[in-house]
């Protein structure tokens, strides 16, 4: 059943809770992704529940059952996932995927009380300028309320039949509006690529980089970029394809670093 937890900045937080009495790890979702229609992260979740570990999902801002309004910008982000940390019990592993690696960086680099990072394929690689320019050309879109225009920027280096299954479907105008969630995830990305770029990436928990075996092939290159850039880093290539992980080889790896991370 769902909880709710109240940030800092007073947005109310959607969540499950699977408690153990072992380490903590909150997931952290890329552009899009919320519980109802994420067949992959509610399920490793419960895994690592069944084998002790106490796991949160939530519901970023803007999606599904956590409703907001107005600027959903990367702090009122950030706030909502040190409020998911303190609900796993005051700190926690962050487990991004996509530009939710981004995010769990941002957090990192912020002070909050992360134990350590699994970055499942960050989509970082690309010249940070460019990465720049692209950020503010979503953000122009999201102040005009262009949400379809906003969402063809977002996915312009995706492959190109991603966004066009997405056209196809009756929900398109409302699926779109969906970006308004996204502000947060281009601010991130720009800035972990600057970050990367001028060696000022300010992590010093251990982070896993992760992988899929049939992936893009920037996302390894992206995954030893940052591996390259902070103190205690390791890339692991682990069972996956089209950016997503098998729930049960990822909830073992999961645990397995979770652990390692608590000592």
Do not use: N
């Not at 059952?65 to 005051?90: F, H």
């Not at 700190?91 to 350590?116: F, N, R, W, Y």
């Not at 320019?133 to 879109?141: E, G, K, N, Q, Y």
């Amino acid at each position: 059943m769902t909880d709710y937890a109240t940030t800092s900045q007073g947005d109310r937080v959607a969540y499950d809770l699977y408690r153990g009495s072992g380490p903590a790890l909150v997931f952290v979702a890329g552009a899009g992704p919320y519980r109802a229609v994420d067949p992959i992260t509610t399920p490793t979740a419960q895994l690592l529940g069944d084998a002790g570990l106490t796991a949160v999902v939530f519901d970023r801002l803007g999606r599904g059952e956590s409703l907001a309004d107005g600027r959903l910008d990367l702090d009122r982000e950030l706030a909502a996932v040190a409020t998911m940390i303190e609900v796993a019990g005051g700190s926690a592993v962050l487990c991004g995927h996509s530009s939710g690696c981004s995010i769990s960086l941002a957090a990192t680099a912020a002070g909050l009380p992360v134990d350590g990072l699994a970055l499942w394929e960050a989509p970082l690689g690309d010249p940070a300028d460019k990465t720049r320019t692209w950020a503010d050309a979503i953000l122009r879109h999201l102040d005009a309320e262009d949400y379809v225009g906003a969402t063809e920027k977002f996915m312009e280096d995706m492959p190109p039949e991603w966004l066009a299954g997405m056209k196809s479907a009756p929900d398109w105008p409302e699926s779109a509006r969906s970006s308004r969630s996204q502000r947060a995830d281009a601010q991130s990305l720009a800035w972990a690529q600057q970050a990367l770029e001028d060696g000022a990436l300010d992590v010093k928990v251990p982070v896993l980089t992760m992988y899929g075996t049939a992936t893009f092939p920037e996302m390894p290159v992206a995954a030893a970029s940052i591996v390259a850039a902070v103190e205690k880093g390791r890339e692991k290539e682990m069972p996956g394809a089209m950016h997503s992980w098998e729930p049960e080889p990822m909830a073992a790896e999961l645990a397995e670093f979770a652990r390692a991370c608590a000592g």
